[in-house]
């Protein structure tokens, strides 16, 4: 468990920052944290239970990929396919879990039919990861989509899938409403550049539908299933439509809506927040994400970070996978909030909760303070753990608590 101190907290209207923030370099390598290993993919077991699994099946997993890889390449090279590759190996144990799963659903075993088709959604969002446009990742993900809406099924409100038109195209989302009577408030939540919304479910069963708050979880601009779109300086794009397509809805409390990301997901939240005072949102809540100078950064310095993200991250911008760090940067710089003129203007009422580390490479507190102090009703807490982002569970318990409190009645 991480030791949690607050660096600042409920920062008053018109409440100035003392003391310069700390000095805080662009430096990848601190991006991936030691535990996470040196293959391809973050070797991260803990996170991918939170989302779905079975310790022994993940672990053998590993084993069979380990031991199948040639010597000269790593284990999980994602060039590498066939038996043993990364995404064979995760892809057949998706397979297997989902027509268990479906042989339980037959046997009228709900609650183990539950748990195992959210054991495949899981092992099929490894098999795809980082979500590139690669065909054989695509055919998995299409998998998690599957594996995702029957694991929805059984839950006291089936998932219903929303597809929300933008810009001559449209998006899949998914809508999660809690037991009860609406209209409900509800918060849109995305993730990073390199993780898909099937891994937000834990936080709505564990933290959100306790609290009769709603969930609608999108995907980043090109990612998921909104790959019709790319990053582009108004990042929030895909949220601004979501949030006006919420407001339509009569299970939902328009005046609540809120707007939630982290890592890369948390660009597009704080965008919102400062950008977008027309959506009269009733709370964003920003995780870790990058503001300003790690998309002014030199080229070079993104050779720093994991391949595997760095890819994700070409995939977003619409770049080959092969596209050189000098293509990458010309897509990041106009995406800083900064440039855009956002780190100053008037004063926002609208609340705003950011979570982050104390030594986040990507999201230095520097920039997150800056953006801040355009704020009336902020709060920033600051973990003291090392690399990129809180831990999931903590930083949503955090976040949902923090929305339930800010409810307009």
Request: include cysteine; proline fraction near 9%.
């Amino acid at each position: 468990m991480c030791r949690t101190i607050f660096l600042a907290a409920c920062i008053a209207a018109g409440f100035a920052f003392t003391g310069a923030a700390p000095a805080q370099e662009l430096d990848g390598n601190q991006f991936r944290a030691p535990s996470e290993g040196s293959w391809y993919h973050p070797i991260d077991p803990e996170t991918w239970l939170h989302v779905g699994g079975r310790p022994q099946e993940i672990a053998a997993a590993l084993t069979r990929i380990k031991e199948t890889a040639p010597s000269d390449t790593l284990p999980d090279d994602p060039s590498r396919r066939g038996a043993g590759s990364w995404i064979e190996t995760w892809t057949e144990l998706g397979k297997t879990a989902l027509a268990e799963a479906d042989d339980l659903n037959d046997d009228d075993k709900p609650e183990a039919a539950a748990s195992r088709y959210r054991d495949a959604f899981s092992y099929f969002l490894r098999a795809s990861s980082p979500h590139t446009n690669d065909p054989e990742q695509r055919s998995a993900l299409a998998l998690a989509w599957q594996a995702y809406e029957k694991a929805g099924q059984f839950l006291p409100v089936p998932i219903r899938k929303l597809d929300i038109p933008f810009d001559g195209e449209e998006f899949s989302t998914w809508l999660h409403l809690p037991k009860g009577d609406g209209p409900f408030p509800v918060v849109i939540v995305s993730m990073g550049s390199d993780v898909t919304k099937e891994e937000l479910l834990p936080y709505f069963i564990k933290q959100l539908a306790v609290r009769k708050i709603a969930m609608l979880s999108l995907d980043m601009p090109g990612n998921g299933s909104s790959t019709a779109y790319s990053f582009s300086p108004d990042l929030d794009k895909l949220h601004a439509a979501a949030a006006l397509h919420l407001k339509t809805l009569p299970e939902i409390d328009g005046r609540n809506i809120f707007v939630q990301g982290a890592s890369f997901g948390g660009t597009p939240a704080a965008r919102a927040w400062a950008a977008r005072p027309d959506l009269d949102l009733a709370g964003v809540i920003y995780m870790c994400g990058p503001l300003h100078r790690p998309f002014m950064a030199p080229p070079d310095a993104y050779s720093q970070f994991p391949a595997f993200t760095m890819d994700g991250v070409r995939a977003r911008l619409g770049l080959d996978i092969s596209a050189s760090f000098e293509e990458m940067s010309v897509g990041l710089r106009p995406l800083s909030l900064k440039s855009q003129g956002l780190f100053e203007g008037p004063r926002i009422d609208t609340p705003l909760l950011a979570i982050l580390t104390n030594r986040d490479p990507v999201a230095p507190l520097g920039d997150v303070q800056s953006l801040m102090a355009r704020g009336s009703d902020v709060t920033l807490h600051v973990t003291d753990e090392p690399g990129h982002c809180p831990q999931r569970d903590p930083r949503e318990a955090i976040a949902a608590s923090w929305i339930a409190g800010k409810i307009r009645d």
